[in-house]
């Protein structure tokens, strides 16, 4: 029931976003058209415009791919999981994926993605979401063996947490 719910959700958004990005095309054509005079300065702008964003989106993608790549490293070595982490990494590649998608809704949700702030506000509303559906056991951190937290037998044991769990169907 579950898989059925979510591939309608899906089939939706395919079949949506197309026909928005399509509208937003001919919008901007006509603005374009409008504006400056010409069929070809509304051409000009989408084509310009799609470019530009690509350029834009890929530049901006390696340099806060890099950053989140030197966190991801900081928190291994510090002996942390970096799961916010890994999932701004996520979120980042979706983002450029979207800004070399053409299209203009396309490149308002993958700038979104790019940008640190608004990132990490989805990082966190997802993250809540998540707790809030499921219950998760954490069993044991663990101590990378070069890590400033790596220590005797007895500082380890500090890192086990036990908690009362219970099964989710």
Known sequence: LKTIKMLKSWFLVFLIVPILELFLF?????????????????ILIIVVGSIGTGIVGATLAREQGLGVLRSFRESLG?????????????LILLGAAFLLT????????????LIPAIRKSYVKWGLKRLHARHS????????HPFSQNSGSGSDREKDVIDVPFREVK
Do not use: C, K, M
């Open 78 to 90: 510090q002996g942390d999981l970096p799961g916010s982490t890994l999932i701004e990494g996520v």
């Open 26 to 42: 001919v919008r901007v054509h006509n603005y374009g058209n409008d504006l400056l005079g010409g069929q070809l300065t509304g």
């Open 102 to 113: 053409p299209g203009f809704l396309t490149d308002a949700v993958g700038l979104s993605f």
């Open 136 to 143: 998760f056991l954490h069993v044991q951190t663990f101590s």
